[in-house]
T-cell receptor, first 106, second 115 residues
Framework: KNEVEQSPQNLTAQEGEFITINCSYSVGISALHWLQQHPGGGIVSLFMLSSGKKKHGRLIATINIQEKHSSLHITASHPRDSAVYICAVTGNQFYFGTGTSLTVIP | DAGVTQSPTHLIKTRGQHVTLRCSPISGHKSVSWYQQVLGQGPQFIFQYYEKEERGRGNFPDRFSARQFPNYSSELNVNALLLGDSALYLC??????????????FGPGTRLTVT
């Protein structure tokens, strides 16, 4: 059983659509991270949050500590948003989800 | 400022051989952590080092070891390579002494292929 579960595994959207990626975790955490990974491997940290909501441009991340659930939203999606989005949590170590592969079609 | 750098970019080794991967953190960052990402899966935590001391270890066999140098750069060593060690090895640095509570800055990774 994975400590971090993401859904969906794959997602295809039309440009301009509102996108939601979900993350559930089963361990006690200090923080939750949303990461973006492009083909070739490089990982960029999008958000680190331990409560509430954060917004950066068209990206919004929320977390519900009681329900052990987080969502990443992308508003007005664009083809350059195509990437793998990974949810990760830090407690006594770093646990990662398997990622959501997003393709945005023009 | 330079980001996290890793070397080499790609590496091909034979089963049973030994490999050393290198990571240089962002200037000012004292923590380095290592991750293994098998194709199609999320990364898995291997080690975290802070100020040359091991601060965390994931569920990897003793064939995996690491160290951190006085300049905060780090090496990951893998002995007796297996086919299953083929993966992208990622390094990340952060300013804090714990994984929790600090944003991690990832390097581009080293892609290891074991044949």
């Amino acid at each position: 059983k994975n400590e971090v579960e993401q859904s969906p595994q794959n997602l295809t959207a039309q440009e301009g659509e509102f996108i939601t990626i979900n993350c559930s975790y089963s361990v006690g955490i200090s923080a939750l991270h949303w990461l973006q990974q492009h083909p070739g491997g490089g990982i960029v940290s999008l958000f680190m949050l331990s409560s509430g909501k954060k917004k950066h441009g068209r990206l919004i991340a929320t977390i519900n500590i009681q329900e052990k659930h987080s969502s990443l939203h992308i508003t007005a999606s664009h083809p350059r948003d195509s990437a793998v989005y990974i949810c990760a949590v830090t407690g006594n170590q770093f646990y990662f989800g398997t990622g959501t592969s997003l393709t945005v079609i023009p | 400022d330079a980001g996290v750098t890793q070397s080499p970019t790609h590496l091909i080794k034979t089963r049973g051989q030994h490999v050393t991967l290198r990571c240089s953190p962002i200037s000012g960052h004292k923590s380095v952590s290592w991750y293994q990402q098998v194709l199609g899966q999320g990364p898995q935590f291997i080690f975290q080092y802070y100020e040359k001391e091991e601060r965390g270890r994931g569920n990897f066999p003793d064939r995996f070891s690491a160290r951190q140098f006085p300049n905060y750069s780090s090496e990951l060593n893998v002995n007796a390579l297996l086919l299953g060690d083929s993966a992208l090895y990622l390094c990340a640095s952060s300013p804090g002494d714990r994984l929790a509570g600090y944003e991690q800055y990832f390097g581009p990774g080293t892609r290891l292929t074991v044949t």
